[in-house]
Structure formats: structure tokens, C-alpha cells
């Protein structure tokens, strides 16, 4: 089956798919679909994708409300389903190969910078330590911490990149939470990377970085997309 999407989109799907992004599939249907949902306020965030993917969206942006049982409280997202495709089908075999999404070294070699800028900018944020040190942090905790030292080494060897891999326990959880940390000269490298792949909504993620002069050389370099 000939597949609609650009070559920009599948990487966009790509990154996402280790972001926010999942594959899923029906009993009543051959193939799978993707499926992705964000806050109200990223509204811009998904309509970006959401266009990018129109070609093969079954239906308009929708809002979906759940209740969090162990916080007792509504939220509502915006939600969109593709229809289902060979594509996802085949994503749906790499990224989820025993049912459950899965982060492996080959997976990361096929990012590509504007596949990481989605990723950032799917689960990257902006903060400051207890001692009021900037830095960015990506978001991990859906995954386990083996698979958080293949991304940290990821980021190392791949870009230079050093990351610190941070654990936490909430305590309504049973299970521990990680996160990846760059410390401020290891933001500038991974800005220097996807800035020029940050859409306008998202530039808040990396506002703090944004001093002229701020960046080294962009390096980057390139990276194989899914074909």
C-alpha cells in the first residue's frame, strides 16, 4: 500500500512515537492506527501534527475528559486517530514488540534532528534545580532504567551529549520514575541540535536559552528516517 505521509512527516511520527505518540490496533481492523492527545493549552502543538497527518486522519481534532481515580480529578485532552495503515502496522512491530512500547539503541540511531525536536517537545521542559541552576530534562518515566541508560548513552555517543538519569518515587505509585537531565552547557549542545526544528508554541520549552551567542556550532549532522 502506497504511503501518503512525507518523508517530514514520518519522522515527526517517529519522534513521537518515543514521546507521546502510540500505535494501536483493533480486532475489527487488519491494520493499526496511530493515535496522540496533549493538554488544551498545546493546542497548536497538535494541530501541527494533526495537519502534518491529514492525509490519513479519520476525523477532527476531538477532547476526551477522564477522572484520575488516585488524584480525584477530571482532565480533559485533544485527542486525533489516524485510520489504520501498513505503516503503523509496521511501527506497531518495532516500537511495541511484545505488546508494550519498548525503547532500544536501534530505534534512537533513526532519529533524526527534527525526530528529536518532537521528542523534546513532546516531553522536554525547562527548569531550575533547588539551587537555581537552569537546565532541561526529558521526561522518561514510561520507561524502565535500563532503557534510560541506552538513551543516556544514546545522547553520548551520538551527539556528545552528557545526561544524568534521575529517579523518583511518587507515592501513590508502586513503581520509580525516571527522568533525563542536561545541565546548562549539555542544554546548549541539544538546542543547538533542534532549535531550528522548534515550532513558535513550543519556543517556551527553550526561551530561558535563547541569548544570542548562546549556541555552539550546530553539529548535527544527520540520521536515517524510516522509509
Request: glycine share 6%; charged share 25%.
Amino acid at each position: 500500500m502506497h504511503n501518503p505521509l512525507s518523508k517530514e512527516t514520518r519522522e515527526v511520527v517517529w519522534g513521537s512515537l518515543i514521546g507521546d505518540g502510540g500505535v494501536f490496533k483493533d480486532r475489527c481492523c487488519r491494520n493499526s492506527s496511530y493515535r496522540e492527545s496533549h493538554s488544551p493549552k498545546q493546542y497548536g502543538y497538535i494541530k501541527w501534527k494533526y495537519d502534518l497527518l491529514k492525509p490519513i486522519m479519520s476525523s477532527s481534532l476531538y477532547s476526551v475528559t477522564n477522572f484520575h481515580k488516585i488524584r480525584q480529578k477530571e482532565y480533559t485532552t485533544l485527542q486525533f486517530v489516524t485510520k489504520p495503515h501498513t505503516y503503523f502496522s509496521r511501527l506497531r512491530k518495532i516500537f511495541y514488540p511484545e505488546g508494550k512500547k519498548r525503547i532500544r539503541r536501534k530505534i534512537l540511531h533513526r532519529l533524526t534532528p527534527l525526530g528529536l525536536a518532537v521528542w523534546f517537545m513532546d516531553d522536554g521542559v525547562f527548569q531550575k534545580n533547588n539551587k537555581n541552576y537552569p537546565q532541561l530534562q526529558i521526561s522518561t518515566a514510561g520507561f524502565t532504567l535500563d532503557e534510560n541508560i541506552i538513551m543516556q548513552q544514546y545522547f553520548k555517543e551520538c551527539w556528545g551529549i552528557e545526561t544524568r538519569v534521575h529517579s523518583r518515587k511518587i507515592k501513590q505509585y508502586p513503581k520509580t520514575y525516571y527522568n533525563l537531565y542536561f545541565n546548562k552547557p549539555n542544554s546548549l549542545k541539544l538546542i543547538a541540535i533542534i532549535k531550528p526544528y522548534i515550532i513558535p508554541c513550543m519556543f517556551y520549552k527553550i526561551k530561558y536559552f535563547l541569548q544570542p551567542s548562546s549556541y555552539p556550532e550546530n553539529n548535527s549532522g544527520g540520521r536515517h528516517s524510516l522509509n
